[in-house]
C-alpha cells in the first residue's frame, strides 16, 4: 500500500471515529427508564413554541402555532432543566367532527400511521415525516429521547371511514367513553379473540414510530384494551427494537372501565403484558397526608419488584390531566413537587409549564371564536391544565422562585443519581400527620426530605430524630436556616407547604 492511500485510509478512520463520538449509538431508552433515569417532560408540539405575536394567548391565523420544526429551538432550553426525555403528545391526525375546541382534542385520533398536518412548517421543504424526525433527531443530538403518545380511542371522523374498528352498541351506533364526547372506543377485541384489523392499525403506529426514530410509546388510558392485545403489541415493537420502552397511563387507584362497553384491565396486568412502567397515584399528594405517601412508596417498591423482569413507575404529581400546583396550593406545592422528584425513586415527570410556575389560566377560554379548524366554534379549555384543543399560546414562566428550584432540584437528582435510585427508603417519625419526613440511604449517605402538606397552616418548631456519629458530616440543600441540627436530632418550623431537604455524609 503507498503512503497516499494509507494516509487517507487513516485520515478517514479519524473521521468516522470523530463522527461516531458525537453520534447517539441507538436507543437506551427502556434501560434508561428501568433503572429510574429517565427525567420526563410532557410537551404538546401544537402549543410548544407557538409564536404568539400580538399577546393574546391564542394563535390567530396570521400567526405561527407550534411545529416540529420551530420545537427545534426549545430543546436547549428543555436540556439546560436537567430533562432527558420528552413525553411528546400525540402528533397524528385529529378528527373535526363532533370535536372540542377549535383545533381538535389532540387524542382524538384520525389515522395511526400519518402526521397531524397541524404540526408542519409550511415554509419547510421537508416532508410531514422528516419534519417529525428532523425535531427527533435534533431531540438525540441533545442526548434527550423521545416517547410519542398514543391515543386510546379514535375520532368521529375515524368511526366514520372505518366502522369495523369500533365497538357498536344494539343499534350500530358508536360508543361515547365516559364523559370524552369527541372519541368513540375503539374495539380491541378480548383476550379469546383480538380484533385484528385494531391490531394491524397499532402496528402501523409502532412501524411509523420506529420510522421517525422514537424510543417508546406512552399508552393513552391503556386500560381499556385487553392484555393479550398489549403482549402482541409490545413483543412486535421490540422485535424490532428491544430498547423501544412502553409506558402505561394507568394508575393503582383507577378501579373500572370508562364505559361498560370497554375492557378494562388493571395496572399490575398491564405490567405483566409488557408495559415497563405506569403512572401510579402521585397526582392524588394534593389530598394525602404523610402516611398516604409512605404507604405509595412501600407499595411501589413491593409491586415493582414482584415481577421477572425489571419494572418502574413515573412520579405522576402533574402531568395534561391534572390541574396546576399553583392553582392547587400555590407556589410553594410546585417547589415541593420538584424536590420530591429529585429523591424520591422513580422516574420524575412534569408537564410543560410546571417548571415555569404557568396556572395555564387563558383569557379566551370557553368564549366564541372568529375561526375554527374544527366543527365547534367554542374555545374550549379545561380550566388549569395544558390546553390540548386549540392553537394556543406556549407555556408561560410565571414564577422565577419555582423556576429555580425545579433546576435546582433536578441538578441534585442528576448529581445524587446512584444514592436516589439505588437507595433504601425509611419514613421516620414525626408527630403530626401532616408532615412527611422520610430518609434515602445507602453507601454511607442519606438524603433526608421533611415537608408539610398542611398549606394553610406553618408547623412550629418539631423534632425528628436521626441516628449519626460526631463525624457525620450536614449539608442544608434546600430549606431557610432555621433548621437547627445535632447528630442525634434535627429541630425545625415549618411554613405551611414548605419542603426542606438535607445531605448526611458519615
Not at 161 to 180: A, C, G
Not at 257 to 269: L, M, N
Amino acid at each position: 500500500m503507498n503512503f497516499c492511500k494509507k494516509t487517507t485510509i487513516i485520515i478517514a478512520i479519524a473521521l468516522l471515529s470523530v463522527n461516531i463520538g458525537f453520534a447517539r449509538e441507538g436507543n437506551d431508552l427502556r434501560t434508561l427508564f428501568l433503572n429510574n433515569q429517565a427525567r420526563i417532560c410532557g410537551i404538546n408540539i401544537r402549543n410548544f413554541n407557538s409564536k404568539d405575536l400580538n399577546g393574546n394567548e391564542i394563535i390567530d391565523e396570521n400567526e405561527e402555532s407550534g411545529n416540529f420544526i420551530n420545537a427545534i429551538e426549545r430543546l436547549d432550553e428543555i436540556k439546560s432543566l436537567g430533562i432527558n426525555t420528552l413525553h411528546v403528545l400525540p402528533i397524528t391526525p385529529v378528527g373535526k367532527l363532533k370535536a372540542l375546541g377549535t383545533a381538535g382534542s389532540v387524542y382524538a385520533i384520525a389515522g395511526f400511521n400519518e402526521i397531524n398536518e397541524q404540526l408542519l412548517d409550511r415554509s419547510s421543504d421537508l416532508s410531514p415525516k422528516n419534519q417529525a424526525k428532523k425535531f427527533i433527531d435534533e431531540c438525540h443530538k441533545r442526548n434527550i429521547r423521545v416517547i410519542i403518545d398514543l391515543p386510546s380511542c379514535g375520532s368521529y371522523d375515524l368511526f366514520l371511514n372505518r366502522p369495523e374498528l369500533f365497538i357498536k352498541d344494539d343499534k350500530q351506533m358508536s360508543i361515547v367513553p365516559s364523559d370524552w364526547t369527541d372519541v368513540r372506543l375503539l374495539n380491541a377485541g378480548n383476550n379469546d379473540k383480538l380484533n385484528e384489523d385494531v391490531m394491524n392499525e397499532h402496528k402501523k403506529f409502532v412501524d411509523l414510530m420506529i420510522e421517525l426514530g422514537a424510543d417508546g410509546i406512552r399508552a393513552d388510558v391503556a386500560t381499556i384494551k385487553p392484555s393479550e392485545f398489549w403482549v402482541e403489541l409490545t413483543n412486535y415493537a421490540r422485535s424490532k427494537d428491544p430498547e423501544f420502552m412502553f409506558l402505561a397511563e394507568a394508575s393503582d387507584s383507577w378501579r373500572e372501565p370508562p364505559s361498560k362497553y370497554a375492557e378494562f384491565t388493571p395496572y399490575d396486568e398491564l405490567l405483566k403484558a409488557g408495559f415497563d412502567g405506569y403512572y401510579g397515584s402521585f397526582f392524588n399528594l394534593k389530598d394525602w397526608n404523610a402516611q398516604d405517601l409512605y404507604e405509595h412508596i412501600k407499595f411501589n417498591n413491593k409491586l415493582l419488584k414482584s415481577y421477572n423482569e425489571p419494572k418502574s413507575a413515573i412520579l405522576s404529581f402533574t402531568t395534561h390531566d391534572e390541574v396546576s400546583p399553583v392553582i392547587l396550593h400555590g407556589e410553594e406545592f410546585s417547589i415541593m413537587i420538584a424536590w420530591l422528584e429529585a429523591v424520591l425513586p422513580y422516574n420524575p415527570y412534569s408537564i410543560d409549564g410546571f417548571a415555569q410556575g404557568d396556572d395555564y389560566i387563558y383569557p379566551w377560554a370557553n368564549k366564541e371564536s372568529s375561526y375554527t379548524a374544527t366543527d365547534d366554534d367554542i374555545l374550549f379549555v379545561h380550566r388549569g391544565k395544558l390546553d390540548i384543543f386549540n392553537f394556543s399560546r406556549r407555556p408561560l414562566l410565571k414564577s422565577e422562585k419555582i423556576l429555580d428550584n425545579f433546576k435546582a432540584a433536578y441538578k441534585f437528582r442528576a448529581q445524587n443519581e446512584e444514592l436516589v435510585t439505588k437507595g433504601e427508603f425509611v419514613p421516620l417519625k414525626t408527630d403530626d400527620e401532616k408532615i412527611f419526613a422520610f430518609c434515602i440511604k445507602g453507601g454511607g449517605e442519606k438524603i433526608i426530605a421533611i415537608g408539610n402538606l398542611d398549606f394553610e397552616k406553618a408547623k412550629k418548631q418539631f423534632s425528628i430524630k436521626l441516628k449519626t456519629d460526631k463525624k457525620s458530616k450536614f449539608e442544608i440543600i434546600h430549606g431557610d436556616d432555621n433548621i437547627k441540627i445535632s447528630h442525634r436530632k434535627l429541630s425545625m418550623k415549618l411554613k405551611a407547604g414548605e419542603v426542606k431537604v438535607i445531605k448526611i455524609k458519615n
